[in-house]
């Protein structure tokens, strides 16, 4: 039994390679439903929704959503199976801050990474680059 839940392997899969915010979404929240709601869970899953929404142009969506993401991450940052959480919270505030001051100072969308601790998470991952996850469906 792996030490990672398939649908976390994928989450970060999907934030860190394949860029696919959307599909961050999808599997996700899947986990999040299936392990009782755990508010890291959501906040990761609010990190990438954010980024999500400000590549698409919804800039009131993105600030809505890092938001909540950090409400959620801040008090567990220590937590963070497998990542740099602390990273994560930090960047997640600095691209908040852009966004708040976005009229004043215009900037591109940029990606995030989740910075792997575990080796053992990062192979999983890698090995997902080479035969990538089929996106997940609604049910």
């Known amino acids: 039994m792996p030490a990672y839940e398939r649908l976390y392997v994928e989450f970060v899969y999907y934030f860190n390679i394949a860029r696919d915010y959307f599909e961050c979404h999808e599997v996700m929240e899947e986990l999040w439903l299936e392990e009782g ?7 990761l899953l609010q990190v990438a929704v954010g980024l999500y ?7 009131s969506g993105a600030i809505k959503l890092l938001t909540a993401a950090l409400e959620k991450l801040e008090p567990r940052q220590e937590k ?7 990273r994560l919270v930090n960047d997640s505030r600095v691209y908040l801050h852009q966004l708040l001051r976005l009229e004043e100072e215009p900037f591109a969308f940029y990606d995030l990474d989740i910075r792997i601790t575990d080796p053992e998470l990062n192979e999983i991952v890698e090995e997902l ?11």
């Open 37 to 43: 709601r755990a508010p890291l869970y959501q906040g």
């Open 53 to 59: 929404h400000y590549r698409n142009g919804n800039i």
């Open 80 to 86: 963070g199976p497998g990542i740099d959480l602390p």
């Open 129 to 139: 680059r080479e035969n990538p996850p089929s996106p997940h469906e609604e049910d």
